[in-house]
């Protein structure tokens, strides 16, 4: 019980500050909230785009989420979603196979664009001792800023706006409901995320990753590489947010545009954070923001209330879980527990 109120808690009282905002504008808390469920899973074509819009939270916060277990604070998974999605775009546009071979290709093409990226704070942080929240961030506007240059230039495919040229009918992800925007990317994010937890806990690297989260000093001791596993870190979380991105690229936009990503990838760090860096949690944390995410307009357009009320319960979620760790850290620096921080955060 004590472990399902912890989940939990976040989630409810940023739903009852966010009721409390809703009532200061003299509106009804109830109304808004039913009119978000129902554009959520108020009918097939509702639930399919929801769990569409689910599908990058779990990629991309599948991937923080190995990050932070690592003790690495990956903020840059927007630019490696953005990266991945751009070279995926690239390569379904420019190359040609049959269908499962381009579908392959244009998928690994976008983690790598992830990895490569992400993989650029990983060796600063490994080989320099530079800070991954500051080089990460940098890199997110780098990435969001070149991109825009490149679809404006050099990539421009489109006489009407920046963009890509649309990628083969080859690459496309089929659907899984004809009709609809929900295509096999779902449920390979699905089995990703439960590869990733099956990793993380029964193999060795998963292990080396979870102690050099814990502490550095007592993986030098144990004889693990550090340096390796951030950099190991770091390339899989940039891989798993450009899976994010390229599958954003050929299931639903079927080319790279500059507004491909409203900012998923900082919204998935919440998606992380709720999940308690675990990625089987990801996948119901990542539901929750896919609902909030497809629910937002609906709940604008049937109850006058404006979707950025949506934004403001994501960042209460973050402070709520964050003060959940401050609290954690402080109990540790008195003496109050015996798991280090890191360990609190992802239990």
């Not at 539901?287 to 209460?316: C, R, T």
């Amino acid at each position: 019980m004590r472990w399902l109120v912890s989940r939990t808690a976040p989630v409810v009282l940023a739903l009852v500050v966010g009721a409390v905002v809703v009532a200061t504008t003299h509106a009804n808390p109830l109304d808004a909230y039913a009119a978000l469920v129902q554009g959520a899973f108020g009918s097939l074509e509702a639930v399919s785009e929801t769990l569409a819009q689910t599908t990058v939270f779990i990629f991309a916060g599948a991937g923080l989420a190995i990050a932070f277990r690592a003790g690495l604070f990956n903020i840059g998974a927007e630019g490696q979603l953005v990266a991945g999605a751009l070279c995926a775009a690239v390569a379904g546009a420019q190359l040609h196979f049959p269908a499962p071979i381009e579908v392959v290709v244009c998928v690994l093409a976008g983690a790598g664009g992830g990895a490569i990226w992400a993989s650029i704070a990983g060796i600063l942080r490994a080989r320099y001792g530079a800070s991954e929240v500051i080089t990460t961030i940098m890199l997110n506007y780098i990435a969001a800023l070149g991109a825009n240059f490149l679809v404006a230039g050099p990539l421009r495919g489109s006489a009407f706006a920046p963009e890509t040229a649309a990628i083969d009918p080859a690459a496309m992800l089929p659907p899984l409901v004809p009709g609809t925007r929900l295509t096999i990317a779902f449920p390979f994010a699905i089995v990703s995320a439960i590869a990733l937890w099956w990793w993380l806990g029964r193999s060795v690297a998963g292990f080396e990753l979870r102690t050099v989260g814990s502490s550095e000093r007592v993986a030098r001791y144990a004889g693990i590489s550090v340096p390796r596993a951030i950099m190991r870190a770091m390339a899989l979380s940039g891989a798993l947010a450009g899976l994010g991105g390229a599958c954003e690229v050929l299931a639903l936009f079927h080319r790279f545009n500059a507004q491909l990503s409203p900012g998923y990838g900082f919204t998935s760090i919440a998606v992380a954070l709720l999940a308690r860096s675990n990625p089987l949690g990801v996948i119901a944390s990542g539901l929750f923001f896919g609902v909030l995410q497809n629910g937002a307009l609906s709940m604008q357009a049937q109850a006058g209330i404006s979707k950025d009320l949506i934004a403001i319960i994501e960042g209460l979620i973050i402070l709520f879980v964050s003060a959940r760790w401050i609290g954690a850290r402080l109990s540790v620096r008195h003496g109050g527990q015996d798991a280090p921080a890191t360990e609190q955060l992802a239990s």
